[in-house]
T-cell receptor
């Protein structure tokens, strides 16, 4: 399966700032996804990162808050904008190597907002 | 409304015994189910999956059972080992259209502790 590198692995940010998380895959993949895991909760899909077009966001998530880029088949970024303490979570990138195959996850970015 | 539920937040088992982790779902459109294992500071790792056309799938020490009528699946680990101690997530998906990606809906996870 694809090897997924996520950066940064963790960060502590000030309220009102923005942070961009990078997800790099060692091979071309069909689909890339961004998830959030809030403390003590399950993984929730934020959006599907589409190559060459706008991301597809799930209910409750909007582009202004979580802009996503996917310039090619091996790379995507998620920005958490205008952060508040409620955004303190683990953010995870996942990929689907081929259609129908299980998703594989990066190690996540642990984000704390003061 | 949680479509995938793991009602046991934690489970402790003696080494060598069987671990049984349970998962219930409500969406009858789900046709593919997965189990992931997660260690602290790591991302979830895919463990095993099952399609709705089957009722059992086995891979080494891991077996997943699916009861469609009850909308219930379970993961059996036999024999359990201390290295199995992790959080286990159940996930379910429904294919939106042919050739499209599957969006996963996760349960809240069960912390398994295997005692030596």
């Amino acid at each position: 399966s694809a090897v997924i590198s996520q950066k940064p692995s963790r960060d502590i940010c000030q309220r009102g700032t923005s942070l961009t998380i990078q997800c790099q895959v060692d091979s071309q993949v069909t689909m890339m996804f961004w998830y959030r895991q809030q403390p003590g909760q399950s993984l929730t899909l934020i959006a599907t990162a589409n190559q060459g077009s706008e991301a597809t966001y799930e209910s409750g998530f909007v582009i202004d808050k979580f802009p996503i880029s996917r310039p090619n088949l091996t790379f995507s970024t998620l920005t958490v904008s205008n952060m508040s303490p409620e955004d303190s979570s683990i953010y995870l990138c996942s990929v689907e190597d081929r259609v129908g195959q299980p998703q594989h996850f990066g190690d996540g970015t642990r984000l704390s907002i003061l | 409304d949680q479509q995938v539920k793991q009602n046991s937040p934690s489970l402790s088992v003696q080494e060598g015994r069987i671990s049984i982790l349970n998962c219930d779902y409500t969406n009858s459109m789900f046709d593919y189910f997965l189990w992931y294992k997660k260690y602290p500071a790591e991302g979830p790792t895919f463990l095993i999956s099952i399609s709705s056309i089957k009722d059992k799938n086995e891979d080494g020490r891991f077996t997943v059972f699916l009861n469609k009528s009850a909308k219930h699946l379970s993961l059996h680990i036999v024999p359990s080992q201390p290295g199995d101690s992790a959080v286990y997530f159940c996930a379910a998906s429904a294919r939106i259209s042919s050739g499209s990606a599957r969006q996963l809906t996760f349960g809240s996870g069960t912390q398994l502790t295997v005692l030596p």
